[in-house]
């Protein structure tokens, strides 16, 4: 069993939509990353956080420490934000244990 | 904006050929991290660097594999001989480390170099 896991692997919106992505941990963690990858295979980090809620433009990010979930939720979707969205678990260093991510496409 | 800069962005190569992957931090960042990204595995940390010295090289095969940092600019990993079975994307992400204060950092990750093994 992975330590980090995903759901749903795929997802098929509509334009508008709201979107909300699940990622479940079974390890301690000092922080929890949300990834976006693009169609064209770059990485970008979107969020890193430790506790709370994190808000850039449309996208928030949030986390449960004691349940170890964390949700990134996408407001107003749209066809650029087609993507596979990537958790990752940071233990004590920084290394990085990795969801097998979550495929979004967003139809117009 | 500062980015991480791999090269070559694809590589097509025989089986038993040596494969050099090269990787150019930002500026600035003291750790460099090597990953690799196949459909089954998803993403897998292979080795990290803090300082030019290796931290962590556990996620990788040693009798084939071997990452260095020559200098602060430069990060490499090598594969030789190479198998079929290494065809992956390779990604080098960089970041400040944790030991200087900062708290946890992002990763900031390079566009891969594709790599195909006939």
């Known amino acids: 069993k992975n330590e980090v896991e995903q759901s749903p692997q795929n997802l098929t919106a509509q334009e508008g939509e709201f979107i909300t992505i699940n990622c479940s941990y079974s390890v301690g963690i000092s922080a929890l990353h949300w990834l976006q990858q693009h169609p064209g295979g770059g990485i970008v980090s979107l969020f890193m956080?430790?506790?709370g809620k994190k808000k850039h433009g449309r996208l928030i990010a949030t986390i449960n420490i004691q349940e170890k979930h964390s949700s990134l939720h996408i407001t107003a979707s749209h066809p650029r934000d087609s993507a596979v969205y990537i958790c990752?678990?940071?233990?004590?260093?920084?290394?990085?244990?990795f969801g097998k991510g979550t495929k979004l496409t967003v139809n117009p | 904006d500062a980015r991480v800069t791999q090269t070559p962005r694809h590589k097509v190569t025989e089986m038993g050929q040596e494969v050099t992957m090269r990787c150019q931090p930002i500026?600035?960042?003291?750790?460099v991290f090597w990953y690799r990204q196949t459909m089954m595995q998803g993403l897998e940390l292979l080795a990290y660097f803090r300082n030019r010295a290796p931290l962590d090289d556990s996620g990788m095969p040693k009798d084939r594999f071997s990452a260095e940092m020559p200098d602060a600019t430069l990060a490499t990993l090598k594969i030789q001989p190479s198998e079929p079975r290494d065809s992956a994307v390779y990604f080098c992400?960089?970041?400040?480390?944790?030991?200087?204060?900062?708290?946890?950092?992002?990763?900031?990750f390079g566009d891969g170099t594709r790599l195909s093994i006939l």
């Open positions: 990752a678990a940071q233990g004590g260093s920084e290394k990085l244990v």
């Open positions: 956080l430790s506790s």
């Open positions: 500026l600035g960042h003291n750790t």
């Open positions: 992400a960089s970041g400040l480390g944790i030991d200087r204060g900062n708290g946890n950092q992002p990763q900031h």
